[in-house]
């Protein structure tokens, strides 16, 4: 049987294994080569690509909490070393998933669920450190590697939210209560403050009454001879009465009306100033 040359070619950022005859013969970097047909063939080609490989794993934690942990593993193969890597690992994804599931279930089951969310970069360098010398014997450089999941079930899911939302509800309650403290005590302070000025108010305005009324005497008695303060102070009561008549008139009031009140009320008048008189 004549043998015959037969191209083959290797794509960028591949490799191919070599075999004559079964046996290895060499790697094929990209571009094209001649290989001695049948004797000689491509019996295999490797990526030398970044790949991932996502992996989810179920272990449960120190409080007994069973929950899914999601690892994204980033490896490629070393060119140096494709032929540990084609020959002496029938299934490296398999092999890789392997170790992540044996890192995880001793990583995971010492920490409470609270502290596996706050470690997930702890559990990720557990795992990069275990494949890394492990995986680099066989030909395949790992990257990087990631936690980019971990749940729990619905039903633990569901309470924590629970357990959030009533802190949080509590905290709010708190706050409610102290803004409605601090309003009842901001108002109970104006409140005060607006009775106090209008005591004072009052007291200026009763103040100001007396002193008017103190010079329209002194005004009317010098000026008029013959009047004493007496006839001054029945003219400002009998003023004063019309006065509160107009008043009570223009409000659709009934009064009843009796001159004589005017006189009543000057005797009473008198006799409170001679008693006030007679304790001083």
């Known amino acids: 049987m004549a043998d015959c040359c037969c191209i083959q070619c290797v794509r960028t950022q591949e490799i191919g294994i070599v075999e004559t005859l079964g046996e290895f013969n060499r790697i094929l970097g990209p571009g094209c080569a001649c290989l001695v047909w049948p004797l000689q063939s491509i019996v295999g080609r490797l990526s030398l690509r ?51 599931f044996d890192v995880v279930r001793s990583t995971v089951p010492k920490m409470d669920l609270d502290d596996a969310f706050e470690s997930k970069d702890t559990i990720a360098e557990a795992v990069l450190n275990q494949l890394k010398d492990v995986m680099d014997d066989y030909g395949y450089e790992i990257h990087e590697c990631l936690v980019t999941d971990l749940s729990p079930d619905s039903k633990v899911k569901a309470s924590m939210n629970e357990i959030n939302a009533s802190k949080r509800l509590k905290e709010a309650a708190t706050h409610k209560a102290e803004a409605d403290k601090v309003r009842l005590i901001k108002g109970a302070e104006a409140d005060a403050e607006a009775k106090y000025l209008s005591g004072v108010g009052v007291a200026r305005q009763r103040k100001a009454i007396a002193q008017g009324l ?67």
């Open 214 to 280: 103190q010079t329209s005497v002194e005004e009317f008695a010098s000026e008029i001879s013959g009047t004493t303060p007496k006839d001054v102070m029945d003219i400002l009561l009998l003023t004063q009465y019309f006065d509160v008549l107009h008043t009570v008139g223009a409000n659709s009031l009934i009064l009843e009306h009796d001159p004589q009140v005017v006189g009543a009320l000057q005797n009473q008048l008198r006799m409170s100033g001679a008693g006030s008189n007679k304790k001083r």
């Open 50 to 100: 970044l790949q991932q490989l996502d992996i989810m794993c179920e272990t449960k934690t120190k409080d007994n909490v069973f929950v899914q942990v999601g690892v994204a593993v980033q490896y490629r193969v070393v060119s140096d070393k494709s032929y540990d890597a084609y020959y002496r690992l029938a299934n490296p994804r398999g092999q890789i998933e392997s170790y992540v």
